[in-house]
């Protein structure tokens, strides 16, 4: 087989169905452009990228990728040309703000911030198909929930695509701040907001 020629969708395909040289070929393509996000993720938050960090975030974005079955590839949606490499760059990106996350956690007493995962607890991921189901119905009660309570609003319904994409869908709030050209403070104490009103309201 002709590697180099093959098309994202058919490489995608084949490493679903478990060939091994198609996954040689997967980390051949894109285990540069993964390590490229995740140094650029460290470097924007003020963090040196060494090469043993940057492998840890390599596999943490591999491991999201294969995670439920490799439910991220199936379920990858190939609106164009770049959608691997889309998704691959939000997989890494979240990847290493997770782990940024983290570290910055144990430095600082968290109690006074409120966590835009928190909804994890009441919107989980979870793999099997009900859990699935249960999950975007729940997701989607929230966000009408949401729009009924902040319809006067002038930003409504952006606001409430910010909160699905952010809980649905973890696009990362850096992302949204680029897509809805927010300032990306802006973007999560909207999320922490429409989380709050969601508890309160919503539940």
């Known amino acids: 087989m002709n ?24 980390l051949r393509r894109y285990r540069l452009l993964i390590i490229r996000v995740a140094a650029k993720t460290l470097r924007a938050a003020g963090v040196a990228p060494s090469v043993n960090l940057l492998e840890d975030m390599l596999q943490e ?66 793999g099997d198909l009900a859990a699935t189901l249960g999950q975007k119905i729940l997701l989607d009660q929230l966000a009408n929930c949401l729009e009924n309570l902040i319809r006067d609003e002038a930003d409504c319904t952006r606001d409430v695509a910010i909160f699905r994409l952010f809980y649905g869908y973890r696009v990362t709030a850096a992302d949204l701040a680029r897509v809805y050209k927010m300032n990306i403070r802006k973007v999560e104490n909207t999320l922490a907001r429409l989380a709050r009103l969601a508890r309160v309201h919503c539940l």
């Open 3 to 26: 590697w180099p020629e093959l098309s994202d969708r058919k490489l995608v395909e084949l490493c679903i169905e478990g060939n091994e040289d198609a996954w040689v070929e997967f």
């Open 61 to 126: 974005s591999l491991a999201r990728i294969l995670a439920k079955d490799m439910r991220a590839l199936r379920e990858l949606q190939w609106l164009h040309e770049g959608a691997l490499r889309g998704l691959l760059q939000v997989t890494a990106t979240n990847a290493t703000r997770d782990w940024l996350r983290k570290k910055s956690s144990e430095k600082r007493d968290d109690s006074k911030e409120e966590s835009l995962s928190e909804l994890d607890l009441i919107v989980p991921a979870q």
